[in-house]
């Protein structure tokens, strides 16, 4: 059976509050509400400390300021932890992804240019390999009970179903997909279970939910309920007392198939 995976969430923008050049660690609630915490690569080498399965790196003013992800970040992640990353942010090229791989991320999240130039996600993993490609889905509910993906560090809405992106986005060979509720994103209020299920039950994909842990019991619901290969979490593991390991061994408690790391 397939081991479930707990994945730290590394967002991050330019300090406004140390160097406008440096890259910082920041937690967000609705994609609005910002919040500096410290260093990227630090907490990431934390977060290998406490046992967490892989991590995900995304630099989210990227798109919005048209610029590519700040490799100078990857490269020091590269050099300083010892486990499976993912890099998001900027990516609009097989270039892009071939920089990025080759500085050392495992993995490539592609965003607003696969909404953009859905072809991208064909020929990046005919280049790559799909195991290479993770398909970033940010959404909204609408007032109307629809759900809606949003591009450009949420600022954009399209008329995208996220379900039907996703399911698109895997045929066309991504090989993973991340889900992000922009409506729970940093309220610990639980993840969206309906939607992870919809998008688990008609991909053929791993997928990968995230937006609203706030108590263990979140990721056992996401496990369970939303049928979710990973949850990642940002604003939890870096406010909550409990660490990655001790999650886990929570999860593992409740029956989920997860690492247990010693």
């Given at each position: 059976?397939?081991?479930?995976?707990?994945?730290?969430?590394?967002?991050?923008?330019?300090?406004?509050?140390?160097?406008?050049?440096?890259?910082?660690?920041?937690?967000?609630?609705?994609?609005?509400?910002?919040?500096?915490?410290?260093?990227?690569?630090?907490?990431?080498?934390?977060?290998?400390?406490?046992?967490?399965?892989?991590?995900?790196?995304?630099?989210?003013?990227?798109?919005?300021?048209?610029?590519?992800?700040?490799?100078?970040?990857?490269?020091?992640?590269?050099?300083?932890?010892?486990?499976?990353?993912?890099?998001?942010?900027?990516?609009s090229t097989l270039d892009d992804f071939r920089v990025l791989l080759a500085n050392g991320a495992d993995k490539v999240s592609v965003n607003t240019s696969a909404v953009q130039n859905p072809d991208?996600?064909n020929r990046a993993a005919d280049v790559f390999g799909a195991q290479c490609v993770v398909l970033s889905i940010d959404y909204k509910e609408n007032t109307d009970g629809q759900y809606y993906v949003?591009?450009?560090?949420?600022?954009?809405?399209?008329?995208?179903?996220?379900?039907?992106?996703?399911?698109?986005?895997?045929?066309?060979?991504?090989?993973?997909?991340?889900?992000?509720?922009?409506?729970?994103?940093?309220?610990?209020?639980?993840?969206?279970?309906?939607?992870?299920?919809?998008?688990?039950?008609?991909?053929?994909?791993?997928?990968?939910?995230?937006?609203?842990?706030?108590?263990?019991?979140?990721?056992?619901?996401?496990?369970?309920?939303?049928?979710?290969?990973?949850?990642?979490?940002?604003?939890?593991?870096?406010?909550?007392?409990?660490?990655?390991?001790?999650?886990?061994?929570?999860?593992?408690?409740?029956?989920?198939?997860?690492?247990?790391?010693?």
């Amino acid at each position: 059976m397939q081991k479930k995976r707990l994945i730290p969430k590394l967002q991050m923008k330019a300090s406004h509050s140390v160097n406008p050049h440096q890259m910082v660690l920041v937690t967000t609630k609705g994609f609005i509400e910002i919040l500096e915490i410290g260093d990227p690569v630090s907490q990431a080498k934390i977060y290998e400390a406490q046992s967490a399965d892989e991590l995900i790196f995304l630099d989210l003013d990227a798109s919005i300021e048209k610029r590519k992800t700040r490799i100078d970040v990857v490269k020091r992640a590269a050099e300083e932890i010892f486990m499976p990353f993912t890099v998001g942010g900027g990516v609009s090229t097989l270039d892009d992804f071939r920089v990025l791989l080759a500085n050392g991320a495992d993995k490539v999240s592609v965003n607003t240019s696969a909404v953009q130039n859905p072809d991208l996600i064909n020929r990046a993993a005919d280049v790559f390999g799909a195991q290479c490609v993770v398909l970033s889905i940010d959404y909204k509910e609408n007032t109307d009970g629809q759900y809606y993906v949003w591009i450009t560090g949420g600022t954009i809405k399209t008329n995208l179903d996220p379900v039907a992106w996703a399911l698109e986005g895997a045929l066309r060979g991504a090989g993973e997909i991340l889900l992000t509720s922009i409506d729970r994103d940093g309220s610990r209020r639980g993840l969206d279970l309906e939607l992870t299920r919809k998008v688990s039950e008609n991909v053929s994909v791993p997928v990968i939910t995230s937006g609203g842990c706030g108590l263990a019991s979140h990721f056992i619901d996401g496990f369970k309920v939303g049928k979710a290969d990973a949850v990642s979490a940002g604003t939890y593991f870096c406010f909550k007392d409990e660490n990655p390991m001790q999650t886990r061994s929570q999860i593992k408690n409740a029956g989920i198939p997860i690492r247990i790391h010693q």
